[in-house]
């Protein structure tokens, strides 16, 4: 084996130490608004430094492989696409501390019912997330697309419940405020499953050298199937 394929690997398996710290926090996110935990949500924020320094180490390690090694073909679409999911993955986690901002406040106050949709967008969130990174690490197209599929009803979702505290604004003014912040961490949700839905295609581009992004605005006869 090259020693160039040793570093690709030990690249792979720092990408893979990174998600496995934005999937903590992503667990933790969950149990905070769940259990209503002021420890897990105050946790979440704890463990972003961990990441950030992730990210500034993997993105010198991506540098350093183009400049000193000048990949090609598969190997430099391996290294560009890294380069891009780096930054997903760390996007990931601040929008955990969002919300793990927001359930510190909400977690001292009465819930706001929402049945259990808050629980499962979260849920399907953390899925998509976890199938992205599994995705880019087992070098799986077909998994690759599944999470790009599994957008729309993470869409769907959160529409539903953005009209559902709209509608529960409108009818009980004192709940205004704890909605605001449930409309604030349905959003930062609905961006964690775009920013898997990112990785995914680049995974996509890695394996198949395809870009799928802004399929609209594709030449024509240049969209990928």
């Not at 793990?100 to 977690?107: D, E, F, H």
Request: with cysteine; aromatic share 4%.
């Amino acid at each position: 084996m090259r020693h160039f394929d040793f570093e690709l690997r030990d690249l792979k398996f720092g990408i893979l130490a990174m998600a496995g710290q934005v999937e903590e926090m992503i667990t933790l996110t969950e149990q905070a608004l769940l259990e209503r935990s002021v420890p897990k949500a105050e946790r979440v924020s704890e463990l972003d430094r961990g990441v950030d320094l992730a990210e500034l180490k993997l993105d010198q390690v991506c540098i350093d492989l183009l400049a000193l090694r000048a990949p090609f073909a598969s190997d430099l679409r391996l290294i560009a696409s890294t380069l891009k999911i780096i930054p997903e993955l760390e996007r990931i986690a601040d929008h955990c501390c969002n919300i793990a901002r927001r359930a510190v406040i909400l977690n001292i106050q009465p819930p706001v019912p929402l049945g259990d949709a808050l629980t499962r967008l979260g849920a399907a969130t953390h899925s998509m997330v976890r199938r992205a990174v599994d995705a880019f690490l087992n070098g799986d197209s077909a998994l690759a697309r599944e999470v790009i599929l599994a957008d729309h009803p993470v869409d769907a979702l959160y529409t539903q419940l953005f009209a559902d505290l709209l509608e529960g604004m409108l009818a009980d003014p004192l709940c205004i405020e704890r909605s605001t912040h449930l409309i604030i961490v349905i959003k930062n949700w609905e961006r964690i499953a775009d920013q898997a839905t990112n990785i995914a295609e680049e995974v996509l581009y890695i394996l198949e050298g395809v870009n799928v992004k802004h399929r609209q605005i594709q030449p024509s006869g240049h969209q990928p199937d």
